[in-house]
């Protein structure tokens, strides 16, 4: 049994724009959780800034709105990811952990 | 037909040590093409003090020698990777290969 292992990181591009990477799935998964975008820069130890740029930057990236603010209401304004950024979350979890699968099976064939 | 792409980088490791990624496989191919060390380091635009730090590393993680000095001769001393880190290197290759393939099919399958 080999004691090598494979790891990966995969991202999605849109027209050689980063559209998601582990780092902002783990953003957007925050801000779900927290309901807004300045909670979930603090829950991720980044600046707000920085977590609107990336936000910001996938928005653009993207075919649809990922990440929406919402103004007022009762609770206030708060910033929601939308059905269609949920989906892609969804997708590029499936993708990565059926990249793991494949790269294990790939060097299980092999006798390094 | 989407216009999004996956994207991945994969890299070897033994034991939580990281055996081989995309640099060190280039710096390889390097060294089997110059014949040495410094001049690998030289066309790979690298410091000789970091080419070496990154060969000692892939030695130091691979369970048999892959890259060995040769002493004197006609030639003088020279650098070689052995025939175990040229099959590492053509695992790596053929492994990536594939991982973009499989990334490719899955990304096909989705309507995004």
């Given at each position: 049994?080999?004691?090598?292992?494979?790891?990966?990181?995969?991202?999605?591009?849109?027209?050689?724009?980063?559209?998601?990477?582990?780092?902002?799935?783990?953003?957007?998964?925050?801000i779900?959780?927290?309901?807004?975008?300045?909670?979930?820069?603090?829950?991720?130890?980044?600046?707000?800034?920085?977590?609107?740029?990336?936000?910001?930057?996938?928005?653009?990236?993207?075919?649809?709105?990922?990440?929406?603010?919402?103004?007022?209401?009762?609770?206030?304004?708060?910033?929601?990811?939308?059905?269609?950024?949920?989906?892609?979350?969804?997708?590029?979890?499936?993708?990565?952990?059926?990249?793991?699968?494949?790269?294990?099976?790939?060097?299980?064939q092999?006798?390094?």
């Amino acid at each position: 049994m080999s004691t090598y292992r494979i790891k990966s990181r995969i991202w999605i591009e849109n027209e050689n724009h980063v559209l998601l990477g582990q780092g902002r799935v783990h953003l957007l998964k925050a801000i779900i959780r927290e309901g807004s975008l300045s909670k979930a820069a603090k829950a991720e130890n980044m600046s707000y800034k920085k977590a609107w740029d990336l936000i910001n930057s996938v928005n653009n990236a993207a075919k649809e709105t990922v990440v929406t603010k919402t103004i007022g209401g009762k609770k206030g304004g708060g910033t929601i990811v939308t059905p269609y950024g949920k989906k892609l979350i969804e997708i590029f979890d499936t993708i990565n952990k059926n990249c793991w699968d494949f790269l294990d099976g790939q060097l299980s064939q092999l006798d390094i």
